[in-house]
C-alpha cells in the first residue's frame, strides 16, 4: 500500500521521472486489510487498487522478486536480472511470524497476501475447529471471519493482553470482551510450544 501511495504521490506533486513498482507477487497491488474477512468469507473477489497505474505513466513489474541490494551500484538484484534505479523506497511491509516446525505442515497456515486468503476460503466453508496465533490487528479480523464462517475459534496470545505491542492497556482493554461476545475464546499468557497431530500445545503463563 506504501509503495502504491508514494508512486501516486510522486505524480501529484509534479515528479516527471520514471517510476516503477516491483512487486513478488503476480497479483495488481491491492489492499491488504480486506484480505482478513471480505476476501477470505468469498464477499469480494480482491481489493485490488482502482489506480490507472499506464495514465500516470507507472510502470509495474509484478511477480519479480527483489532478492538483493547493491546501493554502491544503485541496483536491485532480482531473478530475472538487475533493476537500477536512482533513488529508491522500500515498501515492503512487514511479514507474517512463521512458527519453528510448521513450515510445509498440514493444517498449518499464514495469512498476509491474496493467495494465502483464498487457499483459507475452504477452510472456513469446512467449519473446521480453527487456533489464532496472535491477537492483533489481523488476528482479530481473521477470528470474526471465521466465527461468522461457523468455526469454533480459539485465539492464542503470549502477551497478557490483545493488541499489547500496538496500543496502551486502557484502549486495548475492551477487545478482550470483544472476542467473547463474538463466540471465540481468548487465552493470554500462552505461548504455542508445537503442533502434535492437529492438536496445538501451549505453555501458559511463560
Known sequence: ?????TAVALREHGFTG?????????????????LSKAVLLGKAEGSAFDVDFEALGVTLELGREVTGLRPGDHEL????????????????????????????VPGVHLLRTLDDAE??????????????VGAGWIGAEFATAAREAGCRVTVVEAAERPLAGALPAEIAAPMATWYADAGAQLRTHARVERFEGGVVVVVVGA
Open 18 to 34: 520514471g517510476v516503477t513498482l516491483l512487486g513478488a507477487e503476480p497479483h495488481q497491488p491491492y489492499d491488504r486489510p480486506p
Open 119 to 132: 487457499r483459507l476460503r475452504p477452510v472456513l466453508a469446512e467449519q473446521h475447529d480453527v487456533v489464532v
Open 77 to 104: 538484484d532480482t531473478a530475472r536480472g538487475p533493476v537500477p534505479y536512482d533513488v529508491l523506497v522500500v515498501a515492503t511491509g512487514a511479514e507474517p511470524v512463521r512458527l519453528p516446525g510448521t513450515r510445509d
Open 1 to 5: 500500500m506504501a509503495g502504491v501511495q
